[in-house]
């Protein structure tokens, strides 16, 4: 089970935002986050833990391993208003989504 | 550059069985790099796996799901399909189709191209 929290985050522009995802055990670096806005598709930023997605800004980076992860974007921008999911594949071919993180511009 | 697109029935009856299909253009299809996943996201936007397929036709299933699931994959028309027996409303969502890369050998955690989904509701 992937827990993802804080559920929403309110920041304004430019200032860091700090997503956890936390897992129930060990995925060791069997993870991905995405980014979805209304009526799209998720979008892969991050692959195996801590690996930029190709095209995505520098701005947004991820680390950890094991059961703690976590994702930041260093300065936020308006378009980074989204809803933020993790996803686990350490039982491939299974896979599993955390329950997302809202985040909002002010 | 490779785009997924599903078309689906958009309604389905409950005990009915839904069908949904995702079309490849661009890209390598059948070259052994990757696996073609189906996805679902409930209208809590909850996200859900539900299964895979690869060029071979080897498949794998949710567990939750395995028993009324049923991927199948035509590479001549570079599409693959999702059969879900016995509908319900609980299986109303938008159906997702996207790509797993495994062309290092092994595959790269995450789904890296999606569809637009398609929405299918359940309902009589």
């Known amino acids: 089970v992937l827990t993802q929290s804080p559920a929403t985050l309110s920041l304004s522009p430019g200032e860091r935002a700090t997503l956890s995802c936390r897992a129930s055990q060990s995925v060791t670096f069997y993870l991905a986050w995405y980014q979805q806005k209304p009526g799209q598709a998720p979008r892969l930023l991050i692959y195996d833990a801590s690996n930029r997605a190709t095209g995505i800004p520098a701005r947004f980076s991820a680390s950890g391993s094991g059961t703690d992860f976590t994702l930041t974007i260093s300065s936020l921008e308006p378009e980074d208003s989204a809803v933020y999911y993790c996803q686990q594949s350490t039982n491939w071919p299974a896979h599993t989504f955390g329950g997302g993180t809202k985040v909002e511009i002010k | 550059q490779v785009q997924l697109q599903e078309s689906g029935p958009g309604l389905v009856k409950p005990s009915q069985t839904l069908s949904v299909t995702c079309n490849v253009s661009?890209?390598?299809?059948?070259?052994?790099?990757?696996?073609w996943n189906w996805i679902r996201q409930f209208p809590g936007k909850g996200l859900e796996w539900i299964g895979h397929?690869?060029?071979?036709?080897?498949?794998a299933y949710n567990p939750s799901l395995k028993s009324r699931v049923t991927i199948s994959i035509d590479t001549s028309k570079r599409q693959f399909s999702l059969r879900l027996d016995s509908v319900t409303a609980a299986d109303t969502a938008v159906y997702f189709c996207?790509?797993?890369?495994?062309?290092?050998?092994?595959?790269?955690?995450?789904?890296?191209?999606w569809g637009q989904g398609t929405l299918v509701t359940v309902s009589s």
């Open positions: 397929i690869y060029y071979t036709g080897s498949t």
């Open positions: 996207a790509r797993e890369d495994c062309s290092a050998g092994s595959c790269y955690v995450g789904f890296d191209t």
């Open positions: 661009g890209g390598s299809f059948n070259n052994g790099n990757y696996y």
